[in-house]
């Protein structure tokens, strides 16, 4: 599913925040991601979800070299691929619902089909009740919430996650856990940045340590 | 609940390019005007020229020229192709020297004498055979305004170009401008559409969601673009009654024009606005296909 040898990148002609990540992660893999801040956990994860493109070394996702992938492909690509951000980007015109179902109305389907889906799912989340309000009226947990909930409905076969918890409390932290897990359970593929190593002990899921940009498998 | 509009419309609004437009549209309607006025002078002007000729029989020394007049009348009259011959009088000859030689002092001088010939625009007289005939009688020279013609024609042809060459720098400044505004869309709505592409939207989806914007603003601009126009050629029309001339009888001609010609007119003026939106909606979709196409 994902195969990395050898990957740098850098920004402009800056240094190296990444430097020769190898790893592999098969379908049904879950892993953490740890590190201290700085490390290029975000700079690892945007390489992930083709945000960038490394600047050496070489990415396989879904058995695409991320080089050759042609821009009509691309979206294909990235709807099989789920992402929480660290900073959510929710779209603060959207309601709630709307950016949750955003991956399922950009894909063409319609509000009839997905509607039951996305409720059931903010639902869930404990977010049913502010289904039409909008992000600036969110509190930050509830922020995280609909971002996770955005990264999961159109159930994705690779989820990333930066820091999915780290603005939750230690009980619907442990939820979103299950969640991931039950996701994982049923064929999603995780990979998880996060500094809470409470959950990661809870998880007993292996870990990737990252320290500045070298990878260490732990 | 209708989902909302996933590129906000508040975001870099497109009411300067709808003002910006709507006044290129007001320029193509006055270059279009211009264009039917010219076009229907000229044929109008070139029409009564190729319908009617002019005989001159000037004095010849020691020939009568009534005598002179009425040979070439009679050739005329049943020449092949004339309608009407109509024998001018020597005052119609003495008023038209009047604004070089003045008033009443043209007594004793060798004044031509004019003939107006109108010909069957259907079966025009062959001209060459014409005047062979005429030269049966002395001292005459026909005229058949060709020279007028050609020249009527080409300062037409060179107003025609004018108002062709001022619609294309109009059209060329709107797209610039369209390609502006759509550029400004794209870069107020960064973020947003960056979060499009990372959830898997095509760009063809992305370029829908802004293209109809400007094709609203294609439209309004348009319609406000002809109906300053019409307002504009109606005002002139009103304020010149007077003067029965010039600005207001073209401008009124331009309106109220039989109902055959007045169609034309009137379609030609109403395509600037699906002019305006075509130009709107096919350069804004090509500006951010090729916009969106360079972002990964």
């Known amino acids: 599913m994902l195969q990395l040898e050898g990957v740098g990148l850098r920004y402009g002609r800056g240094p190296e925040i990444l430097r020769d990540v190898s790893f592999v992660m098969r379908p049904g893999d879950f892993y953490f991601l740890t590190g201290p801040s700085g490390a290029g956990k975000s700079s690892l994860l945007k390489l992930l979800f083709l945000s960038l493109q490394p600047t050496r070394g070489s990415l396989r996702i879904f058995g695409e070299d991320v080089r050759s992938i042609a821009q009509d492909k691309l979206p294909l690509i990235r709807r099989r691929i789920g992402v929480v951000f660290q900073e959510f980007r929710l779209l603060d015109h959207l309601s709630t619902f709307d950016n949750v ?58 989820l990333l996650a930066d820091e999915p918890t780290g603005n939750v409390d230690p ?32 998880a007993t899921k292996p870990a990737m340590h990252l320290e500045q940009g070298v990878l260490d498998l732990q | ?29 006055l270059a279009i005007g211009a264009l ?21 029989v000037r004095q010849v020394k020691s020939v009568d020229i009534n005598a002179e007049v009425e040979k070439v009348r009679k050739i005329l009259d049943g020449f092949p192709g004339i309608i009407t011959v109509e024998v001018l009088g020597p005052e119609v000859g003495a008023k038209l020297l009047e604004p070089w030689l003045g008033e009443g002092s043209l007594e004793g001088l060798p004044v031509p004498r004019l ?39 080409r300062m037409a042809r060179a107003l025609t170009i004018l108002s062709y060459a001022i619609l294309l720098l109009i059209s060329v400044s709107a797209i610039a401008i369209v390609v502006f505004a759509t550029r400004a869309v794209l870069q107020a709505n960064r973020p947003v559409v960056e979060l499009l592409h990372l959830v898997g939207a095509r760009n063809s989806y992305i370029a829908r969601q802004i293209d109809g914007r400007f094709l609203r603003s294609g439209l309004l601009s348009g319609f406000m673009g002809v109906f300053m126009g019409l307002l504009t050629f109606l005002l002139l029309g009103m304020t010149g009654v007077e003067a029965g001339n010039g600005f207001a009888a073209a401008s009124r001609s331009l309106l109220f024009a039989s109902p055959d010609i007045a169609i034309w007119s009137y379609g030609v003026l109403f395509a600037v606005p699906v002019a305006a939106t075509a130009i709107c909606l096919v350069t804004s979709r090509v500006t951010l296909l090729r916009r969106l196409g360079g972002a990964m």
Not at chain 1, 104 to 118: C, F, G, W
Not at chain 2, 1 to 14: C, D, F, Q
Request: glycine share 4%; aromatic share 4%.
């Open chain 2, 36 to 56: 039917i006025l010219v076009d229907r002078a000229v044929t109008n002007w070139t029409s009564g020229l190729a319908r009617e000729m002019t005989v001159q």
């Open chain 1, 101 to 158: 179902a955003l991956p399922l109305r950009v894909a063409n389907k319609s509000e009839q089909s997905y509607k039951r889906d996305v409720m059931d799912l903010l639902d869930w989340v404990g977010l049913s009740h502010q289904a039409r309000a909008f992000p600036p009226v969110l509190s930050g947990g509830e922020k995280q919430r609909a971002a996770i909930a955005r990264a999961v409905i159109a159930k994705p076969q690779l």
């Open chain 2, 1 to 29: 609940m209708k989902p909302g509009p996933i590129i906000p419309s508040n975001v870099a609004s497109l009411k300067s390019l709808t003002v910006t437009m709507a006044v290129m549209s007001y320029l193509a309607c």
């Open chain 2, 115 to 153: 003939i107006r010939v109108v010909t069957d625009e259907e079966a025009p007289p062959d001209l060459a055979v014409l005047e062979d005939r005429l030269a049966e009688a002395q001292g005459v020279h026909l005229d058949t305004h060709r020279k007028w013609e050609a020249e009527l024609t």
């Open chain 1, 171 to 202: 009980v619907l932290a442990k939820r979103l856990l299950h969640l991931f897990l039950e996701l994982n359970r049923l064929g999603t593929t995780m990979l998880i940045a996060t500094h809470d190593k409470a959950l990661i002990r809870q």
